[in-house]
């Protein structure tokens, strides 16, 4: 081929365009052009509303972990504020209702303890104010031990009184505790007066285990009784006050065949509940001594003689 033919020009690989700073220029310009007609005219917005429009799916999967993640977190922790809580507010319950529950004990003591004052202060005869502590541990009989002993000038036989009637008598007696017989254990009896009639009688205890009741016994069949007649202590034994109240009569049982009559009375003190008692000094305690016999002086002669 001859040189002359030969095309001097590069090859289209080797072919450069504008210059970069032409390019620099150019783009430049544009760039700036955009900005001011996007200023100007928000020329961009529909493209932007598309570019967002087409992003959002990516954008929610890719927010959902951390979105997640928070959720659990704060999940988490309110219920654990919601758990403490709840156990703050029941731990106040607890405290209120056990509040609730003193001030009703406290004010059904003080009932009582006024009635038993007010009782105190009708009777004559002197007495000390204790405390039931707990009811005897055999089954079959009717005790309870109250917080007042020998320590106290206790003494074995003193009555024992609630602000309703008698609940028995001091049977034993401790240095620092003492025992009461109530009046339904089957060993006790107590001397009672009929306050409409004033028939007298004997009440015991009454046999049946734990019948809580009162028998009058040896009493005749045609006895003037009817039931809710109030039966008092008569004081003829020496040991309880007269007029305090013992029980009520229930019913009467006569029989053809028996010269007596079965009558059952309800004790009006409560037994099972009272909690301050009265324990009075034993009636036989207030009674002056009997006077001693004069010796004879001729007697007292012959005894110095010999």
Do not use: C
């Not at 039931?227 to 305090?244: C, E, N, R």
Request: net charge positive.
């Amino acid at each position: 081929m001859p040189l002359g033919t030969l095309d001097s020009t590069p090859p289209p690989f080797f072919r450069q365009g504008p210059s970069a700073l032409s390019k620099l220029i150019f783009f430049s310009a544009l760039a700036l052009l955009l900005m001011v007609a996007d200023l100007r005219f928000h020329v961009t917005q529909p493209l932007r509303a598309v570019i967002a429009t087409a992003l959002y799916p990516v954008q929610w999967l890719v927010l959902r972990p951390i979105i997640w993640g928070q959720g659990g977190s704060q999940y988490f922790e309110s219920l654990n504020r919601s758990q403490a809580r709840e156990a703050a507010a029941q731990y106040q319950l607890g405290l209120q209702s056990q509040r609730a529950q003193q001030v009703e004990q406290l004010t059904l003591e003080n009932t009582r303890l006024r009635a038993l004052l007010e009782m105190r202060t009708r009777l004559n005869t002197p007495a000390l104010a204790a405390q039931v502590l707990y009811d005897a541990a055999d089954p079959y009989t009717r005790k309870v031990i109250l917080d007042k002993g020998a320590q106290d000038a206790v003494a074995a036989g003193a009555p024992v009184l609630d602000e309703f009637g008698i609940l028995g008598q001091v049977t034993r007696v401790y240095p620092l505790v003492s025992e009461v017989t109530l009046i339904t254990d089957p060993n006790q009896a107590i001397p009672v007066l009929n306050a409409r009639t004033g028939a007298r009688g004997l009440a015991f205890g009454n046999a049946s285990l734990r019948s809580g009741t009162l028998e009058l016994r040896y009493l005749d069949a045609n006895v003037d009784m009817a039931a809710g007649d109030l039966l008092t202590t008569s004081g003829v034994d020496g040991i309880y006050p007269p007029g305090l109240q013992v029980g009520r009569v229930l019913k009467i049982d006569r029989q053809a065949d028996s010269a007596f009559a079965r009558i059952a009375a309800e004790p009006i003190a409560r037994l099972n509940g009272s909690l301050h008692v009265l324990v009075l000094q034993p009636l036989a305690e207030q009674v002056p001594a009997r006077p001693a016999a004069p010796v004879e002086a001729g007697r007292g002669s012959k005894g110095g003689r010999s």
